[in-house]
């Protein structure tokens, strides 16, 4: 031990230093880590969904042939004699998804024009909360007005529509959808610049020529996308059609009927505790990971679409 | 030569102003139709909910009888789920966001987990709910239980704390985080004492719209199995639960049985609705109040 001559104990503060030194070098190498974990859940979410959908719907697919799934026009999941057929549930979601878009489409992309291109700044500042709420409410509430407003009403100009039916369900998540066209659209066509609209409006353009054959073309990248991730939406939807469309597993192309989507279908199963190991059981899985690709391809079209097309400016 | 047949110009002038003024006109009303379903929709569910929203209502437990039926448990449940919620959505979200910001800034990593978690947004509320059944409820044999049904929806609403999150870090300057490097701290010690304080209030307005989010979601929950009739109040994590939207939802199907069942499912809303509208404005209130602008 060499002995210290002042009364500073130099040696000691160095030691200190080093330690805490140490420490904050370590903390430093921890701390990536430990986010990169953090970070790493979010993809072994997607990877545990993938895996329980698929480990399942191979089980399901063991007992059921492939084709006579995806090709069956009978869906009869309980007693003896159980048919599994998903052509049932997919023109039920179809259906419904396309009710919706009829309705969001061009009421959304008229909102948007209007928005982007008519308001003024003081009226699209009080329009868009409004809007906003319209897409906070959640989805059981649009199911409840759905099944005890808009079914009524619809019965009372179509008489042969029954309770439970697909077009009340879609119109009222179409309506749902609105919001959300409307925003992604509007966002697309405000990042159209300026110096456009006036140049063709200094052509002599009308205000709707310049919106119709400059500002829609130069957005329609996100103006598609918008569609299609709408669509995306309107396929997932479950409560709306949970609550308004019934259950009868029909297949038919007729709106007034009660069908069922491939959302309602995962919801009764669910509900009525199917019990494990059953075919009814899988077929849960099976009907969840066609709905899963479905979404699945949507959004990455969309995406596709909003890369691939956007014109920079 | 004549480039612009003046005549011509001035024949169709009236018939474009006009399409004009008629497009405005639709475009107008066409912004309209999603406000004015907003208010017959609201007015609906106040009209139907009348006379049934009172004190018995908000304490009382489930019941079959519409009379003596109450709320309690489902705001407990709420609660709950809130308690289970909020912790795990934000360690997971801010660390995520952290890491994707400050760690792996322009890497390929960084886009991998980027574009997954965008697709993980788009994921069918309905799908996380079979993901929770499967492994929390099933797999981990947790049940239908708080946890179980708090950890499904923290993954379900990851996407929206973690992109808030995202935002609320990038807008802090460069700057102030040289300086804090500039003045010898570390990576981290930066991050803790600079970065995180300045994007808090961004960070906690995602964080509150996560939840709102989370306690208006009913598919995940059903598909856990929360039963349609629960009577005991949930006591903690462990403990089977129902939430509000979940509560509506088997009151609107049971209401073809007993006619007041709709009135009880629109009460219910009317609650769920001010719980909402509570939680929005305080996220926004916290945005405009504490959000500093660089």
Avoid: H
């Avoid at chain 2, 993980?120 to 509320?125: D, E, F, K, Q, T």
């Avoid at chain 2, 929390?136 to 990851?158: I, K, N, P, Q």
């Avoid at chain 2, 996560?210 to 929360?226: K, M």
């Amino acid at each position: 031990m060499p002995e210290s001559g002042t009364g500073l104990d130099v040696r000691g503060m160095i030691a200190k230093k080093r330690k805490s030194a140490s420490i904050r070098t370590v903390v430093e190498k921890l701390v990536p880590r430990i986010l990169f974990g953090i970070a790493a859940i979010s993809v072994l979410t997607t990877i545990g969904i993938l895996l329980t959908l698929l480990t399942e719907t191979v089980i399901f697919f063991e007992r059921v042939p492939f084709l006579d799934f995806f090709t069956g026009t009978k869906l009869k999941p309980l007693g003896e004699e159980a048919v599994f057929g998903v052509l049932p549930l997919l023109t039920g979601t179809l259906l419904s998804s396309a009710i919706a878009m009829v309705v969001a489409i061009p009421i959304g992309l008229m909102t948007a024009i209007f928005l982007s291109e008519y308001a003024s700044e003081k009226l699209r500042r009080t329009l868009k909360p409004l809007l906003e709420i319209l897409a906070g409410i959640p989805t059981i509430v649009y199911g409840f007005f759905a099944f005890t407003f808009v079914t009524p009403l619809l019965r009372s100009f179509i008489p042969g529509l029954e309770p439970t039916n697909i077009l009340s369900p879609g119109i009222v998540m179409g309506i749902m959808i609105i919001p959300m066209v409307a925003s992604l659209s509007e966002d697309a066509m405000s990042a159209v610049p300026n110096a456009m609209r006036e140049g063709a409006l200094a052509l002599g353009a009308t205000k709707l020529e310049v919106t119709l054959k400059v500002v829609v073309p130069a957005a329609i990248s996100g103006i598609i996308a918008s569609f299609v991730l709408g669509i995306s939406r309107a396929i997932g939807e479950t409560m709306i059609v949970a609550i308004a469309s019934g259950s009868s597993k029909n297949f038919t192309f007729d709106v007034t009927q009660s069908m069922q989507t491939m959302t309602a279908y995962i919801v009764e199963v669910t509900g009525g505790e199917a019990a494990a190991g059953t075919t009814l059981y899988y077929s849960l899985y099976a009907v969840a990971m066609t709905l899963f690709v479905f979404t699945l391809v949507m959004n990455l079209v969309a995406q596709y679409i909003s890369r691939k097309f956007r014109e920079e400016y | 030569m004549k480039y612009v047949d003046a005549a011509q110009v001035q024949k169709k002038m009236g018939t474009r102003l006009l399409a004009n003024k008629l497009a405005k006109n639709l475009f107008f009303l066409s912004t309209l139709f999603g406000l004015i379903v907003l208010v017959i929709l609201i007015y609906r569910v106040v009209a139907q909910s009348i006379g049934w929203i009172d004190a018995d209502f908000i304490f009382n437990k489930l019941s079959t009888d519409p009379e003596k039926a109450g709320i309690m448990g489902a705001i407990l449940g709420t609660l709950w789920l809130m308690a289970v919620v909020a912790p795990v959505t934000m360690v997971l979200g801010v660390g995520t966001a952290i890491y994707l910001e400050e760690y792996a800034k322009k890497s390929r990593l960084q886009g991998f987990i980027q574009t997954n978690i965008s697709n993980l947004a788009g994921v069918p509320s309905v799908v996380f709910g079979i993901l929770g059944l499967t492994v929390f409820a099933r797999a981990l044999d947790l049940g239908s239980v708080v946890l179980a049904g708090g950890l499904t929806m923290a993954l379900l609403v990851l996407p929206v704390v973690v992109v808030a999150s995202q935002e609320a870090i990038r807008a802090v300057p460069q700057y102030l985080r040289e300086a804090s490097y500039g003045m010898g701290a570390t990576k981290w010690q930066t991050i803790k004492n600079i970065v995180l304080p300045a994007s808090l209030p961004g960070i906690l307005t995602g964080v509150i719209l996560a939840l709102s989010r989370a306690i208006g979601e009913t598919a995940p929950l059903v598909v856990i199995g929360i039963p349609a009739l629960l009577i005991p109040l949930p006591d903690g994590v462990l403990d089977k639960f129902t939430i509000l939207p979940v509560q509506v939802y088997y009151w609107t199907t049971d209401s073809a049985l007993v006619a007041e069942y709709a009135n009880l499912a629109a009460a219910t809303i009317v609650i769920l609705l001010i719980v909402l509208f509570a939680m929005n404005s305080v996220a926004i209130l916290i945005r405009n109040k504490f959000q500093k602008r660089f």
